[in-house]
């Protein structure tokens, strides 16, 4: 283990809050580039352009990454004075287009929560579980590990809001529709014991694999095509329907706990004709064009 990377990833931690995945997914990528070129810290230029031959086999988007951790190991080495020269610039560059979200319809998603109400009204633990989780992910747009890890606390008595703990421990407040939180008191009243909302045995919480399993068994019972439904395909329902319906892309920012926007246009899926007529009607050239 090189004392460097120690370093840097305790940086990452103290200084920008990198979860322990982060952190382990760097200390992985770094790890793998030092057993291919020696010890980081000292590594020329011309050691560090190998990597494109040990990672020729790579998709674009994994390259991407492993270069971005070496950038920012370098770029930390530079900053800390234990490297004068920057040497990653001779690292690889592919061009990547990052992935669309799969989309869900109003229809399909109205079938899974219609689904969901119909088992939910026996009263039975597993089915009004089921909704409160369903109406979370959909109303609130919550990550599945957000969801899944909310502390009992994390639910006020009567404010709509939930605390919630996103990436890099930053916390935020998150709107609960009545819907959710009519299904939130159903479930607060039968719950089990422990400190977690949907608390699971041995005092721990729900998975977020259970928790995808519940939503594809969910998906088959509903009559929607179970590979299309996740807890991230649900969020992106939440954030593209918002969209649809005229919300702000820095409010969108916000409620969905993303550092930079770049990340939330991903969501943007909002029908280019719409927006024309958008422009048409609220620029003020526009409605000066009206007025003349």
Do not use: C
Request: hydrophobic share 45%; charged share 20%; no cysteine.
């Amino acid at each position: 283990m090189q004392p460097e990377i120690d370093a840097f990833l305790a940086m990452l931690a103290a200084e920008r809050g990198a979860a322990a995945n982060t952190i382990a997914a760097y200390r992985r990528d770094l790890d793998q580039a030092a057993e291919s070129v020696g010890d980081l810290a000292t590594a020329s230029g011309e050691q560090l352009a190998t990597l494109a031959t040990v990672w020729s086999g790579l998709a674009p988007a994994t390259v991407a990454r492993k270069a971005s951790a070496l950038r920012q190991f370098y770029g930390f080495l530079v900053d800390e004075g234990l490297r004068a020269d920057d040497p990653s610039n001779a690292l690889p560059r592919p061009a990547t287009r990052r992935p669309l979200p799969k989309i869900l319809s109003h229809d399909q998603v109205e079938a899974l929560l219609s689904r969901a109400e119909i088992e939910a009204e026996g009263d039975s633990p597993a089915g009004v579980r089921m909704l409160a989780l369903l109406e979370l992910l959909y109303g609130s747009g919550l990550r599945a590990t957000e969801l899944v890890s909310l502390p009992l606390s994390a639910v006020p008595r009567d404010a709509p809001f939930l605390t919630v703990t996103g990436k890099g421990g930053q916390a935020r407040m998150v709107p609960v529709s009545r819907r959710a939180q009519a299904a939130l008191s159903r479930w607060l009243a039968m719950r089990p014991e422990g400190r977690y909302l949907f608390a699971s045995r041995g005092g721990k919480h729900l998975t977020r694999v259970r928790l995808f399993q519940l939503l594809k068994e969910l998906a088959i019972r509903a009559g929607v095509p179970p590979e299309k439904v996740s807890p991230h395909v649900l969020r992106h329902a939440f954030a593209t329907h918002l969209l649809e319906g005229g919300a702000d892309l820095r409010v969108l920012q916000t409620l969905l706990g993303h550092a930079d926007i770049a990340t939330t246009q991903i969501y943007t899926h909002v029908d280019a004709a719409r927006l024309v007529a958008l422009v048409n009607q609220r620029h003020p050239l526009a409605r000066a064009g009206e007025a003349g």
